[in-house]
């Protein structure tokens, strides 16, 4: 499942030309999404958040982040009621980010939110690296499978394949009424949890999402449609789209799980299956299965490119080109890939930055055309700087520091946790240096070594504790020769 904040940049294709570096992505220009008149969403000042609703902003759901950042000191100060609209918003601008995560987490505990969600608005690019975890509320939890595939309402147009954020709060009323009573064990499974907890969030998913996609197949328009800012005549397609996706939703998450514990390349059987019944039950709603599914599995494009999994060549290959470039569109955007990489753990960010770098490599397999070629490579050079900043800023927070901190007689959990923290940075680094950057991971990997061992730490870290640490970073070689040199 992804767990984007998503608040989608407007960077434009052109933008992205081979000639121009990622610092010439320009924020304010126009995101087409899969046609040229219809964007997917933006990160616009002006733009709503739904603010009456604490549960329809799945942009800002990440499973991975934490508040442990926030500072015991920070200040709401921004928010005292007695400060214009206009000045609580410039004073955001320039909050730090523990104070803007207590904001969030604020916002997210208010019963009616009104206008301020309004006041977090100027703060999405920071929150699309920030993501913190949000309240797992009945309709988070509903739409979370389909997050990558969200877009606000006056971005989408039909016959996209995406789905208008406007939809989550009727569509979860409707589902929420037709439980009955059956819902209260999930809002007793939930209760006090966040979006951090995919362990949750899977388990309940097993259950709720299948029997919403039965639930959606009912054909009265929901109450509060008119809300949406869409037709009566859009509803139909849309609800057989999102029931469709739900249907397979525990098969997608079982595909995460298989490649998470190593279990690749997937079973190109049960894929073809799975497509075979999204083909059955709603082939519009095919680009979309094919996104959720590389974006999850990029190795799965092999699976479409040699066996077309028993579909019409021309459903699979359409969906397939459709798919790919709103995966594209979704790296283009600003902190598109950066805030895949920046959130969670370093492991987490190796996995990602594996993940992402497969997916680029299978896009240029979908497309090999020259224009993909250029937005491939410009992406390629954002993954490498993500990952090189991760890394470096990991290296600092998580290991230089803490040992800059460690007592005269480190204690056991000191060390582990050091431990901890190097085979992150490991993992990190294997899987970052594979995409570029070598050099930079070996002047910071010698740079910690030279840390590590230096004179001041001969007093506070115990001289096995040390090779250890060298050990996990730079490999036994490095331990080796450090043991050599001392004698």
Not at 293 to 315: F, I, K, M, W, Y
Request: net charge negative.
């Amino acid at each position: 499942m992804t767990d984007e904040w998503n608040p989608m940049d407007n960077a434009s294709p052109d933008a992205l030309t081979p000639a121009a570096s990622p610092d010439a992505i320009n924020p304010d220009a126009s995101l087409d999404a899969i046609n040229p008149d219809a964007s997917l969403d933006a990160s616009n000042p002006g733009a709503s958040l739904d603010a009456s609703n604490p549960d329809a902003s799945l942009d800002a759901i990440n499973p991975d982040a934490s508040l442990d950042a926030m500072r015991p000191d920070a200040s709401l100060d921004a928010m005292r009621p007695d400060a214009s609209f206009d000045a609580m918003k410039h004073a955001l601008i320039d909050a730090s980010d523990p104070q803007i995560l207590k904001i969030v987490a604020a916002v997210d505990a208010m019963i009616q939110r009104g206008s301020a969600d309004f006041l977090i608005v100027p703060l999405r690019p920071r929150l699309a690296v920030l993501r913190p975890p949000r309240p797992l509320r009945f309709a988070r939890l509903l739409f979370y499978p389909l997050n990558l595939l969200m877009v606000r309402a006056a971005r989408w147009r039909l016959g996209q394949p995406l789905i208008p954020r406007s939809v989550i709060k009727p569509m979860a009323e409707q589902v929420r009424r037709a439980m009955g009573q059956a819902v209260v064990a999930f809002g007793s499974e939930i209760a006090g949890r966040s979006t951090a907890e995919i362990d949750v969030i899977t388990h309940c998913g097993q259950t709720l999402w299948p029997l919403a996609a039965t639930i959606l197949a009912d054909p009265a328009v929901p109450g509060g449609w008119g809300e949406t800012g869409l037709g009566i005549t859009s509803y139909r397609p849309l609800a057989d789209a999102v029931a469709t996706l739900l249907a397979e939703a525990v098969t997608l998450d079982r595909f995460r799980l298989d490649a998470a514990f190593g279990l690749l390349p997937a079973q190109p059987d049960a894929i073809a299956a799975m497509l075979d019944r999204v083909d059955k039950a709603n082939r519009a709603a095919m680009p979309m299965m094919v996104a959720l599914l590389l974006d999850q599995l990029p190795e799965a494009a092999d699976v479409l490119n040699t066996r077309h999994c028993g579909l019409p060549d021309s459903v699979i290959r359409s969906a397939t080109d459709a798919a790919a470039e709103l995966l594209l569109r979704r790296l283009e955007q600003q902190n598109g890939i950066e805030s895949r990489i920046a959130t969670g753990t370093l492991a987490d960010a190796g996995a990602a930055a594996a993940r992402i770098a497969s997916l680029l490599r299978h896009l240029g397999l979908i497309d090999p055309s020259a224009p993909r070629r250029d937005r491939l490579r410009t992406a390629r050079r954002h993954l490498v700087a993500a990952c090189e900043a991760r890394f470096a800023a990991g290296l600092q927070q998580d290991l230089l520091a803490p040992l800059s901190r460690i007592g005269m007689t480190s204690a056991a959990l000191d060390v582990a946790a050091l431990e901890a923290a190097a085979r992150g940075l490991r993992m990190l680094e294997t899987e970052a240096r594979a995409v570029g950057g070598a050099a930079t991971y070996d002047l910071l990997l010698g740079k910690a070594t030279e840390a590590i061992t230096a004179d001041a730490m001969r007093h506070r870290l115990a001289p096995p504790d040390q090779l250890r640490l060298v050990e996990i970073l730079a490999g036994s070689d490095a331990a080796l020769a450090i043991l050599e040199r001392a004698g």
